[in-house]
């Protein structure tokens, strides 16, 4: 035996595989995918007896088909890097169900160490298991274990070493009789087309009798194109006779046949004893799966997730925020200094990526919470109960009941983010169904999306505020499903599904170490591959707002009023005590000085914290400490600061302009102007239009954008909706087009951050740039039509919203009863496997 050995973990959702893994290895784990796929592959690493043991933990799957990426993924992985020993952990309460992967297992003659898991729910049950004579009649080891108690590790570590060291493979497992003719016919005739292949010839064969997808792929690779063409005719044909012979088809043959093996294996070996008491699942699930407690139970699940990880989570910021903020400051201090009028592009680049990493890492706080929320919810089990009971109603849409989660991260009514929502994708196992989902969470209401909505309702729909929130609300998700029925009608049509197999696995209570575990290892993923990727796009957005820049006459002008009202300090400075600080080599520096302290004083917490900031900046700058906190009877200093006050906000507002006017001038603003001609029919400007554009960065930008946008006088007091509504209104805007407004960003593409994980999940560039470009068609459609057709019937914003929204919700009903009656005609086939006993 090596110094060295690879096992690989294998088993069915639910059956503890994950948390035997983490008793295995312990701490030295890592998380990645695999290649050209978003499931995630874990392996990690233990030394025993002097073996050092490389485990591999495989996605959970039900078999070693071809129907799901997981089930691809981990077939493929045992193929072709064909471990020492496939462990395989099985639910002990539920053998008969569990040792069919077990038989497929065997079949691609892999040495195997069969585990009966949860051992201490098997008891619970009244199920007795004889080890020994499933040991004995399996011809592997066998080895029970409570994997939630650590119970069994060492004799499992024992009996890896042992197979590992017994080079011997299994034997043939199931005799298919009637088929076992074409099967060896079929293996033979491999065999002489191809000198050596590198997977079990029989287990070939016998995927190809089935007419396996990934066999044919396999042939492909490892046969001459001719002789491929001629293994794939021999195996249809073969299979052809057997089914017309025997009246049956080759795969529901296969799977009878195992279920014989199965029993006899399990005769006499596995006691049930009937007078055991209910199990605890069955008892709960009564109450929970109840048709009408099920959907309470559900809505206070769903309320749950918001309570503590949106709005106790967020709370949790702002004991986070100051340390992310001391990082800008300690970033800010290691840059060059600011300039009067305008920074050196190395500070303010700089600035930008911290100011875009900080709104990324703000929200871990949240993330760690709501990963540690669905681990809870995977591991007890209630995960499954809520795709059972949504099911049925998304499927309609073209959606899948483990759609449901993704679809309440992402927001459902408001409070949600899209990023974590298209995380949440990974788990559902129909890859149409999945991609749907993909693109339905972004219509989700994020938190982001509301400044937007308060904005536009506090300035036009003052009356009608509750009503237009329920309109928004709910029509996003009118929008998704409908959205969702569409592209899996069209683009998504040619997408592989799979039968609908849904485990409602016994309940079980989480530890607390895999919990915290798969919250730091998911919150980790999302801070590695978005956050790197959001950091380099934002320095093309930084590069879009900035260039060409200002003219140099609008440059001269800036640099004229900033001159003014530098001399109009220095000669409010020049009977001053402190005249010295107001000299030309000193002006930059006070100036920053004072910016500094109250960006700190805001930043500080309590009498303490304020203190702290009064010591560090008089140690700082003992001459300029004066200035910004003058001391008691220093007249002097108390005039001196209040003319650096004045000065800082002409500084400021001088800034502000030349900002406004940057973004105007810029390639950002350019392409805002330019998109006139089209956003006109929604009734859009060039400054809608920057500000839509800004807020693909963030969400939030956009009411960023428009503070920039539409800003004050200088003797002005005037709040953001006051601004705004006096200027558009002026403008002859109206509530029509902030009905159009709202419904474009409601139907607008992803943020940045979501279509980075879009590029991520989905593992293509086009599918990512479609996400960003059937939104912005679908979105300006609608606008269009609504602006349109409002302008011409003359109708009111309030209106047009009513109509939008009952002809939508029309269409939905429509398509969902069109959707039942094909779903009687044509039902999925679908297995609803319990271990509820």
Known sequence: MTSEITIALTGQQNAGKSTLFNSLTGARQHVANYPGVTVDKKYGRYVYKGVSVVAVDLPGTYSLTSFSLEERVARDYLLRERPDVAVNIVDASNLQRSLHLTIQLLEMGLPLVLVLNMMDVATDRGVTIDTDALEERLGQPVIETIGSRGRGRDALRDAVLVRAANVQLPDVPVDYEALEAPISELAAYLERQVDEWRVPVRWLALKLLEQDSQARILIEENAEASASEEILGFAQALSERFETTKGISVSDHIVASRDSHIAELLDGVVVLNESGKESLTSRIDRVVLNRWAAPLFLILTVYLIYQISIVWGYELTNYTWPYLARFRELVAGLLPSAGFLEDPYVRALGLWLVDSANTLLNYVPIFLILFALIAILEDSGYMARIAFILDKVLHRFGLHGQSTLPLILGGVFAGGCAVPGVMATKGIPDNRARMATIFAVPFMNCLAKVPLYTLLLSIFFVEHKSLMMFYISTMTVIFALLVSKLLTTTVLKGHETSPFVMELPAYHAPTAWGVVQRSLERTWIYIKKVGTIVIAVAIVVFTLLQFPGLSQDRMAHFKAEG????????????????????????????????????????????????????????????????????????????????????????????RREMKEERITRSFLGAIGR????????????????VALLSSFAARESSVATLGVLFQQDEDQNASLEQRMGQETKAGGATALLAASMILFFA?????????????????????????????????????SLVFTLGTWMNISGIQMMTGIYLAALALLILVGVLGERRDARFDRKSVIQTGAG
């Open 563 to 654: 001159l003014g009202a530098i001399i109009g300090f220095q000669e409010n400075m020049a009977d001053n005590a402190y005249k010295a600080l107001s000299s030309d080599e000193n002006l930059v520096a006070l100036v920053n000085y004072y910016n500094d302290y109250k960006r700190a004083k805001l930043n500080a917490s309590g009498a303490a914290g304020s203190k702290a900031v009064n010591d560090a900046f008089k140690k700082r700058n003992a001459d300029f400490y004066p200035l910004v906190r003058p001391p008691k009877g220093d007249q002097d200093a108390k005039a001196g600061g209040r003319a650096l006050k004045r000065l800082v906000n002409a500084r400021k507002s001088l």
């Open 674 to 689: 330019s998109m006139e001609s089209v956003t006109q029919f929604a009734g859009f400007d060039w400054k809608i239009n």
């Open 747 to 783: 139907l607008y593409p992803p943020c940045l951050a979501t279509t980075v994980m879009v590029r991520v999940q989905t593992g293509s560039y086009l599918w990512m740039l479609f996400s960003i470009l059937f939104p912005t068609v679908l979105g300006l459609t609608v606008s």
